[in-house]
């Protein structure tokens, strides 16, 4: 009874983990797809006036804001601030000059990130007096901003994007040409079986990033090389893995009965082996996936990667570590996201192997 009980506790623990390693996934899969769409600012727009901003859930410009923009836009323009009221939303400025005042320099608030355009009072008006309204621009960056003054959460989002896509598509790369490697390699055994897997021993040799830096060299740095080095690499465990499984299941009885009956070699292949190795293939797919993620924000932490604007977890990494006496949060959030999705992958991946009891295969 105490084992039964045991036992009870362990499933009760495993449900759980499941469910809230699924939840996490859910949840920043659904962020990094749809929350692009959802934030106010493009993952490529440049806030001059606001580099390196903290994350805040205030709106900006604060008031210390304000006053140095004002300051540095004023003396530009080679005026003095005789007035100015905050109503709400906007300014009532009033400037002066020893000499007249060209109207045309409003175009310098205009450009700013802090203000909206200008409107003249024609009353309050002169040529040594220039009185205008200024709609003040609320703006809110929740993980603040790096050190390009662009929007770090809506870039944190667009990395996931690449991450999660690299993640997925590279794997499933890896999974068709290793279970096809495999599966081929270990029912036709012989020579064929040797061949292929000396192959697979040449390609294991090479250092990976010396095949990436080759790679680059050919063909340039671009978004699809990531998978072709990434794909050129991981599916060599799981070729290992079906043909051991292989080597295993043709020995059964109802690959020989498929024999005798004539079935061809690729009928037996996809009905009988393939199928009946589906559990720890799809144990190892669960490891595959955190992998190929680690591994593309690893090659895009050394610069190999995804190129400028777009971004990856491991870039916006890198950025955060060379910036580190800057303020944390460029380093902290895109590490927080990447964590939680390799957690969550990490676990629904021992999970699997405990139930399917495939941790041995």
């Not at 671009?222 to 290992?240: C, K, P, Q, T, Y």
Request: aromatic share 8%; proline share 4%; with cysteine.
């Amino acid at each position: 009874m105490i084992e039964a009980a045991i036992n009870e506790t362990a499933a009760r623990k495993g449900r759980l983990s499941i469910t809230v390693s699924l939840a996490i996934l859910i949840l920043v899969g659904l962020a990094c797809l749809l929350g692009p769409w959802l934030t106010p600012h493009s993952y490529d727009r440049v806030y001059r006036d606001y580099v390196l901003v903290g994350p805040s859930l205030v709106a900006h410009p604060s008031a210390e804001e304000l006053d140095t923009s004002l300051a540095v836009l004023t003396r530009r323009i080679h005026a003095d601030t005789s007035s100015y009221e905050r109503h709400g939303g906007s300014l009532h400025l009033t400037l002066t000059s020893a000499k007249p005042i060209d109207p045309r320099v409003l175009r310098f608030f205009d450009h700013s990130d802090l203000f909206g355009p200008a409107q003249i009072i024609p009353g309050e008006t002169n040529e040594s007096t220039l009185a205008f309204d200024l709609p003040i621009r609320q703006t809110y960056f929740f993980f603040g901003t790096d050190a390009n003054g662009r929007d770090l959460l809506t870039r944190t989002l667009i990395a996931g994007r690449i991450s999660l896509a690299v993640g997925l598509l590279a794997s499933l790369v890896a999974l068709l040409i290793g279970v096809a490697w495999g599966a081929t390699a270990g029912y036709l055994g012989g020579r064929i079986d040797t061949l292929m897997m000396r192959i697979v021993e040449v390609v294991y040799a090479l250092p990976f990033i010396f095949l990436v830096i080759l790679l680059v060299v050919i063909f340039g740095r671009n978004f699809i090389l990531i998978f072709v080095a990434i794909g050129a690499v991981e599916w060599l465990d799981m070729a290992r893995i079906v043909r051991g499984q292989t080597l295993s299941i043709k020995r059964r009885d109802y690959v020989a009965a498929a024999e005798a009956l004539g079935a061809t070699s690729s009928a037996i292949l996809w009905r009988h082996i393939i199928p009946n190795a589906a559990g720890p293939i799809t144990a190892y797919l669960t490891v595959l996936v955190p992998r190929v993620i680690l591994l593309e924000s690893f090659v895009s932490f050394l610069g190999l990667g995804v190129q400028e604007p777009l971004t990856s977890w491991g870039i916006l990494i890198a950025d955060g570590a060379r910036n580190i006496q800057a303020p944390i949060h460029l380093l902290i959030f895109p590490a927080l996201f990447l964590g939680l999705t390799l957690a969550a992958l990490n676990q629904l991946g021992e999970n699997w192997r405990d139930r399917t009891g495939a941790g041995g295969a």
